[in-house]
Each structure stands twice: as structure tokens, then as C-alpha cells.
């Protein structure tokens, strides 16, 4: 759950980095004169925060699919437990009724 979080809180700083860097290019656009090479490293700065959520968001997929995994691993223990419990209450009571006959 803290990886989840600080997953979560990486993915928005990302996220706000690039809000804030794109609303300077506007910014920058809208004034008239331009400093290309401002635009240039600003859009840089966008692309890597892009690359840097993809990356992130990918974790989390990942993250999320060993979860589900591990999830269907227990459900499918869980379901041979109850089994194996059915089996042993089976035996219990044939052993109490052979006993009672004794």
C-alpha cells in the first residue's frame, strides 16, 4: 500500500510537471517573441515527464497483475483447504460411527 502510494504521488508530481511546462510554452508562444530554445528545452522537459509517467504507470500495471496473480494463487489454496476440510470432517464421522459400533 506505501508503494502504491508513493507510485500514486510520483505519477501527479509527473503530471504536474507537465501542466505546468506546457502552460509555459502558451505563456511563451502567446508573448509573440519566442525564445525558441526556451520552447525547445521546456518541450524536452514535457516529453521526459511523459516518459517518466509511462514508465511509472507501467510499474503499477505490473504491480498490479503480480497482485491479482498472487490473489488467485490463495483463492485456489483457499478452495483445497476447504476441500481437504470437507475430506477430514468425512473421515471424523465415519471413525466416530465405527467407534460408536465398537
Do not use: P
Not at 483457499?78 to 465398537?102: G, P, R
Request: net charge negative; charged share 40%; hydrophobic share 30%.
Amino acid at each position: 500500500a506505501e508503494g502504491d502510494k508513493m507510485l500514486y504521488e510520483q505519477m501527479t508530481r509527473e503530471d504536474n510537471t507537465i501542466a505546468d511546462n506546457e502552460k509555459r510554452i502558451e505563456d511563451l508562444k502567446s508573448k509573440g517573441n519566442a525564445n525558441q530554445e526556451e520552447i525547445s528545452m521546456l518541450h524536452l522537459k514535457v516529453q521526459q515527464a511523459r516518459d517518466n509517467w509511462e514508465e511509472l504507470n507501467d510499474r503499477s500495471s505490473s504491480e498490479l497483475q503480480k497482485l491479482a496473480q498472487e490473489r488467485e494463487e490463495l483463492v485456489h489454496m483457499m478452495e483445497k483447504t476447504k476441500i481437504k476440510h470437507k475430506t477430514l470432517q468425512t473421515k471424523l464421522a465415519t471413525l466416530k460411527c465405527e467407534f460408536d459400533e465398537l
